[in-house]
């Protein structure tokens, strides 16, 4: 029952916020939280959850965690409910933002020790992104606890894919604990040239694949994209009570710039903007809900100005310029979920409007840009927005590859 409320606290503190940030009237407000006070029966429950599946299973073992603020049972770290449950972890792996989620977008992230549990926290976004022999000596078994967002450029799943590489070649077990997918119900997007493979796109999979992360790295080891085709030996803790159309909004923000439901629902259309010559709204409280530039004045009414917020853009592109665009955080969710499609025509439309097209892609123009090609997996849909391709004509061209893709994807489901 405590875990029941300390998950309802939770879900209305995070709604409360989104339903303010869209302006929501009270009314509404305040039927979404009766809502979700009284729908706790029922709801899912994550792998971490599920403690009597796994916790018996870690006993007597030395313990590494690959976790990061979503890592939680109720309202507390994972990291701190299990060394309540007498597990022994003798070392924490956090991935970019760190461990206790406190360091900005793209900052490299330094080793330390846990200063709540004095245990060594092991960064995979600083000197190495990859554990190394020594790093997993003192480990039996290693657990992967993270929410990720669905989305191919979300470097979470780089994490695994690398977490899973290393305990394979020093013979180590994986246990997943399986988080729900926000995005998970639809698959869309160009697959992956892996000749542009990065971090930011590791596997031949679409803009958006459609996974949890437990069924996801069931994929890798299957398809054999591991190193040298090896595989890791892994333990997915399924999740009860989900299904891939389920709504789901995380209790904690995946990271410092995902910081409402909007924003998780528009990602995988709006992060395509950090390849361009506009701000995708770092740099405010509603990033990846806004985008614009200083270039479009007078195009556009709306307007926003991008400044340093610690913990979340240190240098946003345009910082203190007011940049003019779209506005997004009105866009109906409902119909956007019913679409199941990534939405091209802003940045088409963005890019038609930009007084000077071809700086548009140029990542010269600012450190702040991500290569363009590097998000989109590839040069086609660069190429296909500036010859001036419809909607419609480029996706035609996802189709074969979008075919392929989802009937490979049926092998590793774990949920309807």
């Known amino acids: 029952m405590k875990a029941v409320v300390e998950w309802c606290l939770n879900r209305i503190s995070r709604t409360f916020n989104t339903l303010i940030m869209m302006k929501t009237p009270f009314p509404f407000l305040f039927c979404a939280i009766v809502l979700i006070a009284t729908s706790a029966v029922g709801q899912i429950r994550t792998g971490a959850e599920q403690t009597s599946a796994y916790v018996g299973y870690l006993k007597d073992k030395r313990v590494g965690m690959v976790v990061n603020p979503t890592s939680r049972i109720g309202n507390k770290s994972i990291v701190d409910s299990l060394l309540g449950l007498g597990v022994n972890i003798v070392k924490v792996f956090g991935p970019e933002h760190g461990f206790r989620g406190d360091v900005g977008a793209g900052v490299k992230v330094s080793d330390a020790v846990d200063p709540l549990t004095g245990i060594p926290v092991v960064s995979l976004y600083g000197k190495t992104n990859k554990p190394t022999k020594d790093m997993l000596a003192d480990v039996d078994i290693m657990v992967f606890d993270i929410q990720d967002i669905g989305v191919r450029y979300f470097t979470y799943i780089a994490t695994m894919h690398r977490v899973m590489e290393a305990c394979a070649e020093h013979g180590k077990e994986l246990l997943i604990l399986d988080r729900p997918n926000p995005n998970g119900y639809f698959v869309d997007g160009n697959i992956l040239d892996m000749a542009f493979k990065s971090d930011i796109g590791m596997h031949p999979v679409p803009i958006v694949h459609g996974m949890t992360v437990g069924e996801y790295a069931q994929m890798i080891n299957g398809e054999g994209w591991l190193a040298n085709g090896i595989k890791c030996k892994i333990k997915v803790i399924p999740m009860a009570n989900y299904s891939h159309d389920m709504e789901y909004l995380p209790p904690v923000n995946m990271s410092p ?160």
């Open 257 to 416: 710039n995902i910081n409402t439901y909007q924003a998780i629902l528009l990602y995988p259309s709006t992060c395509l903007f950090e390849g361009t010559i506009l701000s995708e709204g770092r740099g405010t409280q509603f990033p990846f809900t806004v985008t614009g530039s200083p270039a479009l004045k007078g195009i556009y009414s709306f307007s926003f100005t991008p400044v340093a917020i610690k913990g979340m853009s240190a240098t946003p592109i345009y910082m203190g310029e007011e940049c003019y665009g779209l506005d997004l955080r009105n866009v109906d969710l409902k119909k956007l979920r019913q679409s199941k499609r990534i939405n091209l025509s802003w940045l088409i439309e963005l890019y038609q409007k930009y007084p000077d097209q071809k700086i548009f892609f140029d990542k010269k123009q600012s450190k702040e840009i991500v290569p363009f090609e590097k998000l989109a997996g590839g040069n086609t849909l660069k190429e296909q927005i500036e010859a001036g391709l419809t909607e419609d004509q480029i996706r035609k061209s996802w189709e074969p590859g979008l075919r392929q893709y989802k009937e490979m994807r049926k092998k590793y489901l774990i949920y309807r």
